[in-house]
């Protein structure tokens, strides 16, 4: 079993930073690959980005791309996602998610478990 608790969502301006923070418990963070997915208000929950259990190989969505930077603390069992030049359309509960196996994916069946999400508000 792993439990994920997010923090760091708020309110911010377009143009603003964030760093998003995923705290793991439960069997060893260090064995999964994880994931940041996000989702909008009324659509789909998304892939924003993932990253392997020794922090190599991180991935993107195109959209946050050159902006958005995921790493990870395994001594610590954190995930992060450094935000940058937030934009009004980044505006979604962001989820942090831990995959089935030791690389970060693109999908979201990959991910057993997954965090309550925390809401991050871009005010254009």
């Known amino acids: 079993q792993v439990r994920l608790v997010e923090s760091g969502g708020g309110l911010v301006q377009a143009g603003d930073s964030l760093r998003l923070s995923c705290e793991g418990s439960?069997?060893?963070?260090?064995?999964?690959?994880m994931g940041w997915f996000r989702q909008p208000s009324g659509k789909e929950r998304e892939f924003v980005a993932s990253?392997?259990?020794?922090?190599?190989?991180?991935k993107y969505v195109d959209s946050v791309k050159g902006r958005f930077a995921i790493s990870r603390d395994n001594a610590r069992n954190t995930l992060y996602l450094q935000m940058n030049s937030l934009k009004y359309e980044d505006t979604a509960v962001y989820y942090c998610?831990?995959?089935?196996?030791?690389?970060?994916?693109?999908?979201?069946?990959?991910?057993?478990?997954w965090g309550l999400g925390t809401m991050v508000t871009v005010a254009s």
């Open positions: 998610a831990a995959s089935d196996y030791p690389s970060g994916t693109f999908f979201r069946n990959d991910y057993h478990y």
């Open positions: 439960g069997r060893s963070f260090s064995d999964n690959g």
């Open positions: 990253i392997g259990r020794t922090g190599v190989d991180p």
